[in-house]
T-cell receptor, first 115, second 110 residues
Framework: DSGVTQTPKHLITATGQRVTLRCSPR?????VYWYQQSLDQGLQFLIQ???????AKGNILERFSAQQFPDLHSELNLSSLELGDSALYFC??????????????FGPGTRLTVL | GQSLEQPSEVTAVEGAIVQINCTYQ??????LSWYQQHDGGAPTFLSY????GLEETGRFSSFLSRSDSYGYLLLQELQMKDSASYFC???????????FGTGTRLLVSP
């Protein structure tokens, strides 16, 4: 158990809908990272927040947005969903702005299925 | 930018030794890491190399050659539970994000 929690574990929805994925980082970690992993694909970095502020953006679509709240939990919002958005979405956390020794702690993921 | 290449799949038998290679291209280098991911599970950190040479952690070792932009993960005394995907990763310039390789699927058979 990494100490990072994500909800829900599974999510099934229809095209065109909007969903929100939630992540709570490890106690004491200020950075939250979001990744997308499609079937047989690697981990694609989406976005990073540090202490409430956006710090880095990766291959995140305009239909997707995220935020980090004062209690440091984070939400990833996916809207106008398409079939291709079906994937595992992981949240990870680390203590500082970057990662010490490239170590991030990953949550169990949310499996999103768009029908 | 950064790019990392790994073999897509490696197979081995229980008790054997296997090496998973990773070559990278990066404008700035801040160390090479390895993560393990079981099917449907979360990636978990295995190792980190900032300097050339071999780092050993139990049955797993990781090697780095910065001059060759190359590293590998060595798994010894393979067990069935080692069947998983293994990803190498580098930090981008600015320490903002980890860039992961495409992953190597390791299949361990009895």
């Amino acid at each position: 158990d990494s100490g990072v929690t994500q909800t829900p574990k599974h999510l099934i929805t229809a095209t065109g809908q909007r969903v929100t994925l939630r992540c709570s980082p490890r106690s004491g970690d200020l950075s939250v990272y979001w990744y997308q992993q499609s079937l047989d694909q690697g981990l694609q970095f989406l976005i990073q927040y540090y202490n409430g502020e956006e710090r880095a953006k990766g291959n995140i679509l305009e239909r997707f947005s995220a935020q980090q709240f004062p209690d440091l939990h984070s939400e990833l919002n996916l809207s106008s969903l398409e079939l291709g958005d079906s994937a595992l979405y992981f949240c990870a956390s680390s203590v500082g702005r970057g990662t010490v020794h490239n170590e991030q702690f990953f949550g169990p993921g949310t499996r999103l299925t768009v029908l | 930018g950064q790019s990392l290449e790994q073999p897509s799949e490696v197979t081995a038998v229980e008790g054997a030794i296997v090496q998973i290679n990773c070559t990278y291209q990066t404008s700035g280098f801040y160390g090479l890491s390895w993560y393990q991911q079981h099917d449907g599970g979360a990636p978990t950190f295995l190792s980190y190399n900032a300097l050339d040479g071999l780092e050993e952690t139990g049955r797993f070792s990781s090697f780095l050659s910065r001059s060759d932009s190359y590293g590998y993960l060595l798994l010894q005394e393979l067990q069935m539970k080692d069947s998983a995907s293994y990803f190498c990763a580098v930090m981008n310039t600015g320490f903002q994000k980890l860039v992961f390789g495409t992953g190597t699927r390791l299949l361990v058979s009895p």
